[in-house]
């Protein structure tokens, strides 16, 4: 079992920066695929990040260049850094893990993969 907090969300200006936090806790904490979702109202949930156990990393495209994903396994966080941040940012930021391992051989970006979920962090980004 695996359970995830995050923390971080808030409200900004387009152009502005957010920093999320994802903390992971239970017995296998250390040995997930952790990855970030984010769903707007009316929209699918869709995936933002991922970072795997073997340092795998995924970007959605319309984030690449602007948010970061980082994991410390010491403290089973992750991270996600968030600039330049766009009214289209806007949503609940899920943290998500799964099997470690699963994303060299599966798209990272399906929600069904992922096992355990977090409640969710609200980002606001206003023009």
């Known amino acids: 079992q695996v359970q995830l907090q995050e923390s971080g969300g808030g409200s900004v200006q387009a152009g502005g920066s957010l920093r999320l936090i994802c903390t992971a806790s239970g017995n296998s904490a250390s040995d997930v695929c952790m990855a970030w979702f984010r769903q707007a109202p009316g929209k699918e949930r869709e995936g933002v990040a991922s970072?795997?156990?073997?340092?795998?990393?995924n970007y959605a495209d319309s984030v690449k260049g602007r948010f970061t994903v980082s994991r410390d396994a010491a403290k089973n966080n992750m991270y996600l850094q968030m600039n330049d941040l766009k009214p289209d940012d806007a949503g609940t930021y899920y943290c998500?893990?799964?099997?470690?391992?699963?994303?060299?051989?599966?798209?990272?970006?399906?929600?069904?993969?992922?096992?355990?979920w977090g409640q969710g962090t609200q980002v606001v980004v206003s023009s």
């Open positions: 970072i795997d156990t073997d340092g795998r990393l």
């Open positions: 998500a893990a799964g099997p470690g391992g699963m994303t060299q051989w599966l798209s990272w970006n399906r929600p069904g993969l992922f096992n355990y």
